[in-house]
């Protein structure tokens, strides 16, 4: 296939690179000559450093630079061309006219795609005399390294485009997910459960931004925190994402941002390429605070509460074989501490409701971790050597393993990683249900485009549909607030039984297909 490239930026040098290695004749065009001779030069360096880590072949390298083609004129004649790939600036004024000029240019039966990130397939395609050849082609950055593409149908992309547009992708190795044309199409849209419910935590100062990225870590098993990935990304940039799919989604709870960034963007605090966002860089900037050591009597006794607390019995089981001081009684002796395994639920709540001493009390996220951190919730009440004690009794380890990380947080519905996998889920589950994407291309773009270690829809299935649904009912009666309601999506596959990376039956496929419409109403 002969691929006409607009825009020698990084993303457009990327896609030429991935195409030309891919076995096709690439054309790379800017209206800045020296842009295109600068990209072709960093491609020849890209393809040369792959034959260095043995990742190809020398004769392959020198194929995929024959096929990579300077052009001078963007605009040039193409009777051969059979797809173009837009990859110019994120303003529509400047893509209607890049598009405008090629239609001009290049044969009807060429494909046209859009590179954009944030605009409107549909918007840019109304712009054409034949909007029906456009659809969104989405890259990310680098592209050779991230093995994901969306394809973005628009409102009036003709039906065998996409198709086209996925075996393609695929006959050069990445995957292909198709989204609908909405704000922030999948990746974009779903990364949004993590930041903003992250962000909800901060405001609420459940813990700090080192904190939270430690849980996110160490117990969901995220390979960055949400503000460590926010200072990578630029909270400049992550910040407009939220706005701009809060604001498309028409203010959707779940998606609404927090009034934290405004400040921190306008203050320049971006993040990496600023020196300073959540965390400082460069030569000589401190290092997040180191967390403080445990001090506390890992020998005082222990009383986890009750059967009817879910996560109780395991919980107790697992300190006694770590040597805990576990108490088997059916209160607590005077001068025990107490754990409370929380599910949705604040440690205060459960000690007003089982008559708990409030000093003494804790919570403890029951959440499996990926890795060796516990979290400790403390109440306003809390007697201070008390929370020392049972961050000592919580580090215990089995005999010839490694101590336990114990973060300790403020008292909040759920805790932290229960609110962060809810959003997480949460919104996933509202894509599937909005029908924007299926449920396996939803997991397949979560975990190559955002790096998750599992899909979210499929993460929900581990813990379980009925069990995330009472997550997410108990976060919602706690804090009354709409972002943590249930999907409909959540509550159907609870109720029957199905999955959550179920697709479930359709009412089409219910449907005799030779029936008319009218006929199945019996009009």
Known sequence: MRIRIVGAGAMGRGIAQWAAA????????????????????????????????GRMSAGDRD???????????????????ELVVEAVREDLDTKAEV??????????????????????????????????????LHFFNPVPLMRIVEVVPGAATRPEIPPALTALVESCGHRAVTVADTPGFLVNHAGRGLVTEALALLEESVTDPAGIDRIARDVLGLRMGPFELMDLTGLDVTAAVIDSIWQGFRHEDRLRPSYLTPNRVTAGLHGRKTGRGWFAYGAGAPSPAAEPPVTGDADRPLFVAGPEVSGSAALREVLAAAGASVETGAEPSAGAIVLVPVWGTTVASAVASLGLPAGRTFGVDPLPAAGRRRVLAVTPAADPAAARDARAVLARAADGEEPYAVSVVRDTAGSVAQRLLSSVVSVAASIAE??????????????????YPVGPLAWGDRIGAARMLELQRSLHATTGDPRHRPTRWLMERAQLGLELTDPGTSPEACVDPGTSPDARVGL
Do not use: Y
Request: with cysteine.
């Open 63 to 81: 194929a995929a630079l024959e096929r990579l083609v300077p052009l001078e004129d963007p605009w040039a004649p193409g009777p051969d061309v």
């Open 99 to 136: 598009f405008g000029k090629l239609e001009q240019a290049l044969p009807a039966s060429a494909v046209f795609a859009t590179n954009t990130s944030s605009l409107s397939v549909t918007a840019i395609a109304a712009t054409l005399a034949d909007p029906s050849r456009l659809a969104g």
């Open 434 to 451: 909005r029908s924007l994407a299926a449920p396996a291309d939803i997991d397949l773009a979560v975990t190559t485009g955002l790096g």
């Open 22 to 53: 891919g076995g096709h004749t690439v054309e790379l065009c800017d209206v800045r000559p020296e842009a295109v001779t600068a990209a072709v030069g960093f491609v020849r360096s890209m393809l040369e450093r792959a034959v260095d880590k």
